[in-house]
């Protein structure tokens, strides 16, 4: 069974980090083993003496490490899910080969009051089906074709539950039987939910 949910630093953590809250509760448990033992007094009564401040030393040392290996695992497997995602968005237009488009993906990758924004010729604000209708429409009815565009470079910060993303791409196609090629910007915002990441808006620049 696949775990996922939040860690204990909030972070959305799936099955290998849970097994490293598991590791976490075995160090709990040694360390109280390692500084306890058994003491009879005058009277013959037995107990256990611990040394707590060696224990909340050792606890504390075993916490620090948990966090940082807990919060380096999850902000990778975050990083790895958002690249997977942005592909998904960039190869949502791709047509080549006679290969049919899927930009009706966008309503899975975007979130329904999802954003979309286009600066260049004309500002527009969009939202999920008044973009994938026409997109839809040029990339199907034989106007574009062998179209495509892809990453060169990007910047992504995460931040718990909250990621951004700067990329710059290129693109190449035949628009009414003129080949063409160009390139420009996207920023995108990612937000991490019961399903996994997903995209809340995004916009993007052509260069001229």
Not at 127 to 142: A, C, K, S, W, Y
Not at 162 to 178: M, P, Q, T, V
Not at 180 to 197: C, L, M
């Amino acid at each position: 069974m696949e775990l996922q949910g939040k860690g204990p630093l909030g972070y959305p953590c799936n099955q290998e980090s849970f097994g490293q809250l598991a590791t976490y509760k075995q160090d709990v448990c040694h360390a109280f083993r390692r500084h306890s033992g058994p003491v009879i007094d005058r009277a013959g009564t037995l107990t256990i003496v611990r040394d707590m401040g060696a224990i909340l030393r050792v606890l504390g040392e075993e916490r620090a490490n948990y966090s940082d290996r807990v919060r380096c695992y999850c902000r990778t497997m975050s990083k790895t899910e958002i690249d997977a995602l942005t592909a998904e968005l960039f190869d949502a237009f791709d047509n080549r080969g006679g290969k049919a488009a899927d930009v009706a993906r966008i309503c899975r990758l975007v979130l329904p009051s999802g954003v979309i924004v286009k600066t260049r010729p004309d500002f527009t604000v969009y939202t999920v089906d008044e973009f994938i209708e026409p997109r839809q429409r040029l990339l199907t009815d034989g106007r574009l074709v062998e179209f495509s565009e892809w990453e060169v470079s990007e910047r992504t910060e995460i931040a718990g539950e909250i990621a951004s993303r700067f990329c710059e791409y290129r693109k190449s196609g035949i628009l009414d039987g003129e080949p063409f090629e160009g390139g420009g910007a996207k920023a995108i915002q990612f937000v991490h939910t019961s399903d996994g990441w997903r995209i809340a808006a995004f916009s993007w620049y052509d260069q001229p």
